[in-house]
C-alpha cells in the first residue's frame, strides 16, 4: 500500500498555527506531541476532550477574533498609505 504524502501544517487550522507561534512551544514540539498521542493511542480520546472543553471553543474564538482585528487594522493602514 502506498501512502499519499500531505503537507499536515497546511491543513491545521491558522488559530492553532498561531497559538503555537505565541507559545513557547516550536511547531515542531506540536508535531512531536501530537505524534507521541497518537503512539500511545491517546489521541483520540484527547481530541475529544479537547472539542469538548467550552474554555478551548471560548480560547480559539478570542484567538481567531485578535487574528481578524489585528489583520483589519494592518488592511486599513494599507488603505490609508494608498
Known amino acids: 500500500m502506498l501512502l499519499e504524502k500531505t503537507n499536515i501544517s497546511a491543513r491545521v487550522d ?13 511547531h515542531k514540539d506540536a508535531y512531536e506531541l501530537g505524534a507521541k498521542l497518537i503512539a500511545m493511542g491517546n489521541a483520540e480520546e484527547t481530541i475529544v476532550l479537547i472539542n469538548t472543553n467550552p474554555d478551548f471553543e471560548r480560547i480559539m474564538k478570542q484567538t481567531e477574533y485578535s487574528l481578524i482585528e489585528a489583520r483589519k487594522l494592518e488592511l486599513e493602514r494599507e488603505l490609508r498609505v494608498l
Open 14 to 26: 491558522i488559530t492553532l498555527k498561531k497559538i503555537v507561534e505565541d507559545s513557547t512551544f516550536t
